[in-house]
T-cell receptor, first 114, second 110 residues
Framework: NAGVTQTPKFQVLKTGQSMTLQCAQD?????MSWYRQDPGMGLRLIHY???????DQGEVPNGYNVSRSTTEDFPLRLLSAAPSQTSVYFC?????????????FGAGTRLSVL | KNEVEQSPQNLTAQEGEFITINCSYS?????LHWLQQHPGGGIVSLFMLSSGKKKHGRLIATINIQEKHSSLHITASHPRDSAVYICAVMRVGSQGNLIFGKGTKLSVKP
């Protein structure tokens, strides 16, 4: 049972480049989310999804797009990378938005934008 | 003011010591989570609480809803407990979204 899988683990981009961070879970979880973690700050929610075909913005959505075409996958797209997007990104999932559920986290993607 | 405050920010302990990490929050919540972030970066969920107390091995988590406060205790601490401990709350009425504290960095010396 793989849990939540994130790829890549590390990435270096130049300003203006685009890329997609992949997130997949094999637990049939309805709720998936993307966070960024910056030094001296708590994890901040970028986007989330409460089920296939449904996405919504979190606290810091600017510069990021998401889609949820299947229950398993929740990719995060950077359309035009900026140095301010240098961060560590975590994907997480849980059974259901309404219930009080344990969150399962991926291993993280460390992104540097030069 | 942050909605979730943790104290202390950094904590150094000797192996075997009893450790307490505190979390205070200012919003109504339906649940509170304690997470552990390993030095390698991975995040693991330790506890989810909505009332009372939970225990798992040497870890104990308590919550006082009236006082909007939770504590994470580690008994007989060990160097392998060295990690960042993160408190996160699920606000009442939210769609399952969490609000995170900044974390407490614990270092346990042998």
């Amino acid at each position: 049972n793989a849990g939540v899988t994130q790829t890549p683990k590390f990435q270096v981009l130049k300003t203006g480049q685009s890329m997609t961070l992949q997130c997949a879970q094999d637990m049939n979880h309805e709720y998936m989310s993307w966070y960024r973690q910056d030094p001296g700050m708590g994890l901040r929610l970028i986007h989330y999804s409460v089920g296939a075909g449904i996405t919504d913005q979190g606290e810091v959505p600017n510069g990021y797009n998401v889609s949820r075409s299947t229950t398993e996958d929740f990719p995060l797209r950077l359309l035009s990378a900026a140095p301010s997007q240098t961060s560590v990104y975590f994907c997480a999932s849980s059974w259901d938005r309404a219930a009080k559920n344990i969150q399962y986290f991926g291993a993280g993607t460390r992104l540097s934008v030069l | 003011k942050n909605e979730v405050e943790q104290s202390p920010q950094n904590l150094t302990a000797q192996e075997g010591e009893f450790i307490t990490i505190n979390c205070s929050y200012s919003v109504g919540i339906s649940a509170l989570h304690w997470l552990q972030q390993h030095p390698g970066g991975g995040i693991v969920s330790l506890f989810m609480l909505s009332s009372g107390k939970k225990k798992h091995g040497r870890l104990i988590a308590t919550i006082n809803i009236q006082e909007k406060h939770s504590s994470l205790h580690i008994t007989a601490s060990h160097p392998r407990d060295s990690a960042v401990y993160i408190c996160a709350v699920m606000r009442v009425g939210s769609q399952g979204n969490l609000i995170f504290g900044k974390g407490t960095k614990l270092s346990v010396k042998p």
